[in-house]
T-cell receptor, first 112, second 107 residues
């Protein structure tokens, strides 16, 4: 069965360190997204990609970057982790056009 | 004001009760999604709809495009329905999310 997986599921890191969260999907979807989920807020878009070598900034992109070298993967990098980036991160993928979204299990990141 | 508003924020029900969660949006959309998130868990898509009504088991979702409003109903609620229910709208290729409704069903 096709799926979307995130790793790690939990991560604790120190302020200032670079951190990369992995997202891998086997749906062969062109569209992939990274969101963060915080108490009191809905899911907020960090970065997104509509295909290989395409990346775009979302609503809360400062301090984050992504790259898309193949269809399956969209890693999210925190260049220099800050305590404000403590959150739960979700990756999602969708086919082109009007289609259902599929979400990963989430990564809980704590920056100390 | 958020583009997607849900009510209520929190909801507690007794097992067997009929439950309604509401979603209003203020932007033009191509579809509306209802998502479910169990505590500590991932997010699962329940429905995607652009008109009318859809039913899956005890769950029913309706949408009124003219009024920009959708409802999610759960009939004969059960403790395993306890979760956060999230309304989201598709705007072009993007999705915008409500803050979620936390549902607790007590036995």
């Amino acid at each position: 069965d096709a799926e979307i997986t995130q790793s790690p599921r939990h991560k604790i890191t120190e302020t200032g360190r670079q951190v990369t969260l992995a997202c891998h999907q086997t749906w062969n979807h062109n569209n992939m997204f990274w969101y963060r989920q915080d108490l009191g807020h809905g899911l907020r878009l960090i970065h997104y990609s509509y295909g290989v070598h395409d990346t775009n900034k979302g609503e809360v992109s400062d301090g984050y970057s992504v790259s898309r070298s193949n269809t399956e993967d969209l890693p999210l990098t925190l260049e220099s982790a800050a305590s404000s980036q403590t959150s739960v991160y979700f990756c999602a993928s969708r086919d082109r056009g009007l289609s259902e979204a599929f979400f990963g299990q989430g990564t809980r990141l704590t920056v100390v | 004001k958020n583009e997607v508003e849900q009510s209520p924020q929190n909801l507690t029900a007794q097992e067997g009760e009929f439950i309604t969660i509401n979603c209003s949006y203020s932007v033009g959309i191509s579809a509306l999604h209802w998502l479910q998130q169990h505590p500590g868990g991932g997010i699962v898509s329940l429905f995607m709809l652009s008109s009318g009504k859809k039913k899956h088991g005890r769950l029913i979702a309706t949408i009124n495009i003219q009024e920009k409003h959708s409802s999610l109903h759960i009939t004969a609620s059960h403790p395993r329905d306890s979760a956060v229910y999230i309304c989201a709208v598709s705007v072009n290729n993007d999705m915008r999310f409500g803050a979620g409704t936390r549902l607790t069903v007590k036995p």
